[in-house]
């Protein structure tokens, strides 16, 4: 498998997770299903350069797009915790 195919296969299933989680609640209302390709990309490259993602990283993801820039990002929710564990499970060096 080429690098620009793992990299293309990494980026739909991040987003396919980011999709499923919809930590917005937008997907249903219409929004596109490209909606969180922002935040996929920094997934992906978190993932590919195998830094962990754990629930505080989630955090600061979201709050990077979506939070005020002059505040820390807000506390990790449960719904951020289960989106970093599916998203964790996707590092090449995950725990299992």
């Known amino acids: ?26 997907l249903d209302l219409g929004a596109p299903a490209d909606e969180y390709d922002p ?10 350069a195998g830094e ?3 629930p505080e990283v989630v955090a600061c993801v ?12 807000g506390p990790v929710t449960p719904k951020m915790e289960a989106l970093a564990f599916d998203l964790q499970a996707l590092s090449p060096f995950a725990e299992f």
């Open 1 to 26: 498998m080429s690098l620009n195919s793992s990299a293309a296969q990494l980026r739909e299933s991040v987003t396919g997770i980011l999709n499923s989680h919809d930590l917005l609640g937008v």
């Open 39 to 48: 935040e996929m990309e920094d997934f992906a490259q978190l993932l590919a």
């Open 52 to 54: 962990p993602i754990t």
């Open 62 to 73: 979201w709050h990077k797009w979506f939070g005020d820039p002059s505040e820390q990002p």
